[in-house]
């Protein structure tokens, strides 16, 4: 593998993103540490806490079942501050937009935004727009970067797990992934997989209303899937995480197309879930809690926190046997045969 | 339910698990079953399997991964196609991450090459009657499975008239490998789990040889976690009884025959060729080479590319892992200087190569 260029595998998500986070990128810039990596920064300033984020899109195609480069732009943000528990307040638009496109895209792209932004309680209040030339972009590129407050003083960062909590999700996994491959020009999937991009603020102050000191981490597994932030919560909280196969929700069209292309849905990118990890004695309220949000009517809870403090991610299988899960190491390329 | 879960029932492989345990218990010696497939390799790990089967019974992987058993010198020959002017490289995902000599067909994308991953030889005739300034060339790899719809492609580009589409053939077959495997003193191999995919399209006959030259007992097996433990028991049952002969455990997708269509569809387009395998070495017919009636597609003879021999690297175990002669983590390098992302031999390079599944899955 070389050393001196940037890989696809660099940005997603998986093991090489980590790497180049943490030897080139990080070391640059900042000060932060590996385990405390979260989704969004968490500033104080004046006895206020603040949480700031930021993120890029650059996802092909710009339309696809279930939603727009837009509306994921937006609740990505949003998400991102929520998994820290913060309440979203503004939000901010970067386009970079490619000589040629469509003003009639653009226009949906940007209505598709402003529902988001309305759906999710956020205001877009500043932005940029600029236009590269043919070529040098892939349509449109969108950078949004989002500012939330925090109404309480939960710690919800990733190296909070504890022995015995309850891990749960509040939906099925690998929609958004799979939508955008079965959309993708010369993959003829006969599916109607559709994206499962949606905001999670609403869900995840539903959460912290009712159980909120037993919420211990919170996390949306976007790139690298479920498998990917599972190992990182593991790995930043110092414990074990043991999965149950049969818990874990995966709609049947996107458990198909996984095992048409060889692609394991613990892998995959999802755009509109959460990783909840929860106190063992608020674990089924938290579960009825998400089932009884829109965001959250196929939750589950799909594993638990076990004794060992090894860092692993382990699935116990339907049949009773054991294998380990890990981070995904670059891109998932589909299977020969 | 699920379609597949049928042949997920914990009950029904507790029962399986109790019947295989009651025969391993007779045995005088432990007995190795290897599975001939890396679909099959990434199950028995995804499941869990090998943990639950007794002390008695050693799952090895063989040569069943194609991309873990093409040779260095292809890739570097892929690579000095993807250099040609006003060309693309198309191939399945695995093979972009195999390193060649120097460099990789990943690396050469990164760098500005034209490589498109593809899920079928026919999107590769696609993009050529799209491209007609380019030349586009298919990576050629796999077993039986694939071949077919390979050589459907070069029919339907032929039909089409395109002058701009060529294969890179390395295309393999089953069951010569496993008969090499068989008749190498140094291994002891007692039965087969004969890959599903490919045994669809050549049939369950196709191991006979096997059986009945090398006494050693075949199953043609399925993927589901009870196909698997049925194809053990069925093999394990053999074991016991002193039998040898091929079974068909799953006969819901193959027949004793195969598929006449895809058998027509090899014979047309390739012929049987001597062919090199990564780690196994030269194995006499266990190849598919373009005819000359179709030689016009054949990627190799027209631009004439010639690359260097290749070593395999230094310290890489790759070779014995193949033969089954030694487990991913016998070798110094898994997990070390070989990973997944940073793949030294060919095991960890396809996600269904022995070590890759051992790297994922793994304790």
Known sequence: MPDDIILLGHGSGGKLSHQLLDELIIPMLSEVETKDQNDAALLTHAGQRLAFTTDSYVVDPIFFPGGTIGDLAVYGTVNDLAMVGAQPLAISVGLILEEGLPKDDLQRVLESMKQAAASAGVRIVTGDTKVVPRGKADKIFINTSGIGVFAHDFNLTGNNARPGDKVLINGSIGDHGMAI????????????????????????????????????????????????????????????????????????????????????????????????????????????????????????????????????????????????????????????? | MTQSSAYRDPAVAAGLLDRIRDKAATFARPVTLMEVCGTHTMAIHEHGLRGLLPAGIRLVSGPGCPVCVTPIDYVDQALALCRLPDTIITTFG??????????????????????????????????????????????????????????????????????????????????????????????????????????????????????????????????????????????????????????NQYCRYVKNAGNPRAQQLLTQVFEPCDARWRGLGLITASGLQIRAAYSFFDAAQRFGVTVAPAAEPLGCRCGEILKGKLGPRDCPLFGQRCTPATPVGACMVSSEGTCAAEYKYGF
Do not use: W
Request: aromatic share 2%.
């Open chain 1, 181 to 337: 491959l079965a959309s993708r020009e010369g993959l003829a999937l006969e599916t109607d997989i559709s994206s499962d991009s949606a905001p999670l603020n609403g869900l995840v102050e539903a959460l912290l209303t009712h159980i909120g000191a037993a919420v211990h981490v919170l996390r949306d597994p976007t790139r690298g899937g479920v498998a990917t932030t599972l190992k990182e919560i593991a790995l930043q909280s110092g414990v074990d995480i043991v999965l149950d196969e049969t818990a874990q929700p995966v709609h049947h069209n996107v458990r198909s197309a996984c095992a048409i292309l060889g692609l394991d849905p613990l892998f995959v990118a999802n755009e509109g879930k959460m990783l909840a990890v929860v106190a063992a004695d608020q674990a089924e309220a938290a579960l009825q809690i998400m089932r009884s949000h829109p965001r959250g009517l196929e939750a589950a809870i799909i594993g638990e926190v076990s004794a060992a403090s090894t860092g692993r991610v382990a699935m116990r299988t339907a049949l009773g046997g054991l294998r380990a899960i890990d981070m995904l190491a670059g891109e998932q390329l589909p299977r020969i045969c």
């Open chain 2, 94 to 247: 695995d093979m972009v991450r195999v390193p060649g000599s120097q460099t990789s067909l990943l690396e050469e994308k990164a760098r500005g090459a034209d490589i498109r991953i593809v899920y079928s030889a026919l999107d590769a005739v696609s993009l050529a009657r799209h491209n007609p300034d380019r030349q586009v060339v298919f990576l050629g790899v796999g077993f039986e499975t694939t071949a077919p719809t390979v050589a459907g492609a070069i029919l339907q580009a032929q039909q089409a008239g395109l002058d701009n589409f060529s294969v890179l053939c390395a295309h393999k077959t089953m069951p010569a490998p496993m008969q090499a495997l068989s008749a190498d003193p140094d291994l002891q191999v007692d039965g087969y789990l004969c890959p599903a995919h490919v045994s669809a399209i050549i049939g369950a006959d196709a191991y006979t040889e096997l059986t009945t030259r090398y006494r050693v007992p075949c199953v043609v097996t399925g993927f589901e976690p009870l196909d698997i433990l049925q194809g053990v028991d069925m093999l394990v049952s053999q074991i016991v009884g002193g039998i040898a002969r091929v079974e």
